[in-house]
């Protein structure tokens, strides 16, 4: 059992980081930290006292003045050696640093010497450091005008924003998730091997840097063509768009999650009746999956689990049905109702759980799509209540 501390837990990487460790119970013993420790001695001690490894994530990523920028992130890394230092502890920290180390801009300085920093303090200490130069983040729950382009991108496409490109060029992203895994193989393994898609790797003592290699490499232009495919598709026609690979997967269930759930779904359906019954489209099926089918009898609940990867539509044909979501470590339940009589659709984004319960008197039919081929050996799905 590995204790692993992560400063900005709350932001949008240490989100993913702090809720894939909560998958793996029998692995990791997550330490909860708060950014006020960093204001509390005490507390911020006490943190790093409780951990085997820490992972550095709380930074700056922009500010109105550059300076402020700098000064904050050396300030974290040094409050944070600080304590170690006081305490006597040794735990193995990863530091998150930037391909902006190489730009002459002070963001890229604050992480160049703050890699600097703990790499000495490391050396002095004989404590083991990773340090990981990573390129453009993107996935769900990241900040527009913050975190990504990508973000920025999904939230005024989603909210009827007109995005503006400053400058077109190309941009090398590797997905969060693909992120996480990367810090959870070095943490559990640690193993100098285990990383085969990394485009380097200096190890020094006990200290190494490993620059992560990007997965996806697209231009500003075209990466604004596909996501505003995805709404033209998505919102206009309630189309699931052409999935070719693993990062048009990616960037779909991306964007879905800077929908406003709550006033978006349920979504009508177009019903065509005539004397022979009744025909509606649930999906149009332009990247695959696979579709399903389920009865439920009245009062009975299916689901109560979450998927990291895969996302999931349940349209209701026939009976009433009451389907909830909430995204993984909120409060916030969104609650629809649906009515077979009115067909319509509710999508399960990603990291959201759900369930869909049998209201009405007679049984209710359901129709699921999920965006991969179902296979019972896969470990996509978590259970958790909504």
Known sequence: MIKIGITGQPGFVGTHLYNTLGLLPDRFKRIPFEDAFFSDESKLSEFVKSCDAIVHLAAMNRHNDPDVLYQTNIRLVKQLIA???????????????????????????????????????????????????????????GNPYYNSVVATFCHQLTHNETPKIEVDGEIKLVYVSELVQFFLDKIQFNSETLFNTVNSCETKNNC???????????????????????KEDYFEKGEIPTLKNSFDRNLFNTFLCYIEHSSFFPFKLKLNTDPRGSFVETIKINSGGQVSFSTTVPGVTRGDHFHTRKAERFAVIKGKAKIEIRRIGTDRVISFELNGKEPSFVDMPIWYSHNITNIGEDELYTILWINEQYDANDPDTWFEKV
């Open 208 to 230: 190494e840097t490993i620059h992560i290699s990007h997965t996806s490499e697209i231009k500003v232009s075209s990466l604004l063509q596909k996501l505003t495919k995805y």
């Open 83 to 141: 304590a170690c230092e006081t305490t006597n502890s040794i735990p193995h920290i990863l530091f998150s640093s930037s391909t902006q180390e190489e730009r002459d801009n002070l963001y890229g300085r604050s992480k160049k010497e703050g890699l600097q920093l703990l790499e000495q303090w490391a050396e002095k200490n004989n404590a083991k450091f990773t340090g990981f130069i990573i390129p453009n983040v993107f996935g769900s729950f």
